[in-house]
T-cell receptor, first 110, second 111 residues
Framework: EDQVTQSPEALRLQEGESSSLNCSYTVSGLRGLFWYRQDPGKGPEFLFTLYSAGEEKEKERLKATLTKKESFLHITAPKPEDSATYLCAVGDFGNEKLTFGTGTRLTIIP | KAGVTQTPRYLIKTRGQQVTLSCSPISGHRSVSWYQQTPGQGLQFLFEYFSETQRNKGNFPGRFSGRQFSNSRSEMNVSTLELGDSALYLC??????????FGQGTRLTVV
């Protein structure tokens, strides 16, 4: 069965202080690794999909990377509006579902 | 283009009642997935429909059911509600593969 573990559970950073969020996964055959951002009371907002080890994608202050066992979401010089819960999920071949981690709650302090 | 629309946004129900939640996917999307989100368990897969056929189902009791209509709109039903069914129910749609676009969810509270 697919498994996704995210760490840390919560992270508080000063504005401008760069850091990384970790997503470790086990999957029989990786179809895609997804990163979402979720604000309180709202649905997840899609950020990136990574498909193979070595792949990287960037969007504004965020950069996602992928290895065969984990993915990192790097946040560079974050701003208070980057505060949210960041979710990681994997999809495998053979079924039409995502398995989610429990998320990292990121707080950026002005 | 309009996103995934879920109705209602909030619901309060009593134990033992049943509830129906609705999801309108992005125009042209034929796959609709449902997820339950709770503080303790995170997001868990309920089921996925494509062209009115259920292709996959998660590990939830039979009280949870769903269907998809010919226009791709989907409904999920929960019968004999329990306190533990209180959650944010999320719908996602896609062209035919893994879900990318989620709706804002329906917050169900069972009292």
């Amino acid at each position: 069965e697919d498994q996704v573990t995210q760490s840390p559970e919560a992270l508080r950073l000063q504005e401008g202080e760069s850091s990384s969020l970790n997503c470790s996964y086990t999957v029989s055959g990786l179809r895609g690794l997804f990163w979402y951002r979720q604000d309180p009371g709202k649905g997840p907002e899609f950020l990136f999909t990574l498909y193979s080890a070595g792949e990287e994608k960037e969007k504004e202050r965020l950069k996602a990377t992928l290895t065969k066992k984990e993915s990192f979401l790097h946040i560079t010089a974050p701003k208070p509006e980057d505060s949210a819960t960041y979710l990681c999920a994997v999809g495998d071949f053979g079924n039409e579902k995502l398995t989610f981690g429990t998320g990292t709650r990121l707080t950026i302090i002005p | 283009k309009a996103g995934v629309t879920q109705t209602p946004r909030y619901l309060i129900k009593t134990r033992g009642q049943q509830v129906t939640l609705s999801c309108s996917p992005i125009s042209g999307h034929r796959s609709v997935s449902w997820y339950q989100q709770t503080p303790g368990q995170g997001l868990q897969f309920l089921f996925e429909y494509f062209s009115e056929t259920q292709r996959n189902k998660g590990n939830f009791p039979g009280r949870f059911s769903g269907r998809q209509f010919s226009n791709s709109r989907s409904e999920m039903n929960v019968s004999t509600l329990e306190l533990g069914d209180s959650a944010l129910y999320l719908c996602a749609s896609s062209l035919g593969s893994l879900p990318v676009n989620f709706g804002q969810g329906t917050r169900l509270t069972v009292v």
